[in-house]
């Protein structure tokens, strides 16, 4: 059996819960469940609060776990990175006051920075030479400039719009992040197994996540042309109409480049094009 850790809720939880479904991983879940086996797959998901998850697999109590970046490296547990996940992708940044004049770094200097991050920020600080006090708060950060709890924030942005609300711009980038499946070092044989096949299985479910199963009815006489745009995983598969002259042509494409392809079948004459979503991809 594999344990693997999971945030109990909050920003992790529904991707990481969607990836194990996708991957058909079975769990039953209620909200006061904190740990629970699944019915078709040797797992079990042990939910935690995410700050205590680099710990937990380093320390064996979980066999793999899946964690925010930043929390990852702030933690600076011992566990090792088997996957980057792709999802949850945020930054750590520094953001003040929007009206105030920023020089450069050294703005920094002697300033209080608020932050729920203090080992990477002091990190980045002492790599840059600058002295700064850092104000450790666990929530809420954004808040801290506007009532004079400090000069500035060090925390997570994505779309920026907390700090938009909060009259904050962003100015230092320090690190990206995403969600990382992390394992223990000392797994055993047995769990290696267990966790291959995982792997396999998110691998699966990662290949298909941005590609389309497209099928068109295409002239006899353009198959040739519609072939020629096609960058399908290997060739399409062409087979013959009922109507003599038309011949149905299937593909793999890649999501981001579909509309200007589709736009191309259309011009050479593929008619009746269908898109379906690829559920799992085993290359
Ligand atoms: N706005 C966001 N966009 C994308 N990813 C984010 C965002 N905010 C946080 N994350 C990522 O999701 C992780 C979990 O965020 P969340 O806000 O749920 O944490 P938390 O409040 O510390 O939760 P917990 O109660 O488990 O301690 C973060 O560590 C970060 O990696
Ligand atoms: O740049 P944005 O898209 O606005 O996202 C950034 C915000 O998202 C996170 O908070 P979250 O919304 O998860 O709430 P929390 O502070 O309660 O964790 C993070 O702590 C930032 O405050
Ligand atoms: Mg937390």
Redesign the pocket.
């Known amino acids: 059996m594999l344990r693997i850790a999971v945030q109990s809720k909050?920003?992790l939880y529904e991707d990481t819960m969607a990836l194990l479904e996708e991957a058909d991983i079975k769990l039953s879940t209620s909200k006061r469940t904190l740990l629970t086996q699944s019915s078709n797959f040797p797992v079990e998901v042990l939910f935690l609060r995410d700050d205590d998850i680099p710990q937990c697999v380093a320390g064996g109590i979980a066999d793999v776990g899946v964690v925010g970046e930043n929390e990852f490296v702030e933690r600076a547990e011992d566990a090792d990175i088997i996957q980057r996940l792709g999802f949850s992708k945020?930054r750590l940044s520094l953001a003040i006051h929007k009206e105030v004049d920023y020089t450069g770094l050294e703005w920094f200097n002697g300033k209080k920075i608020a932050t729920?991050y203090p080992a990477i920020l002091k990190n980045f600080l002492d790599r840059n030479g600058i002295k700064a006090e850092i104000h450790v708060i666990t929530?809420?950060?954004?808040i801290a400039p506007g009532i004079g709890l400090a000069d500035a924030i060090f925390?997570?942005?994505?779309?920026?719009?907390?700090?938009?609300?909060n009259n904050l711009k962003e100015v230092e980038v320090v690190m990206k992040s995403e969600a990382l499946l992390i394992g223990n070092k000392g797994l055993s044989d047995e769990k290696k197994e267990i966790l291959k096949e995982l792997l396999f299985r998110i691998g699966a479910v990662k290949a298909a996540e941005d590609k389309k199963y497209v099928l068109m009815n295409v002239p006899a006489d353009k198959v040739k042309d519609i072939i020629e745009v096609l960058p399908g995983i290997k060739s399409p598969t062409v087979m013959p109409l009922a109507t003599e002259g038309w011949s149905s042509v299937h593909t793999v494409l890649d999501e981001k480049r579909f509309w200007e392809i589709i736009g191309k079948l259309k011009a050479i004459g593929a008619q009746g094009i269908l898109v379906l979503p690829i559920e799992k991809m085993i290359l």
């Open positions: 909050g920003r945020c729920s929530g809420s950060v954004e925390d997570i942005v994505s779309s920026g719009s907390t700090l938009i609300s």
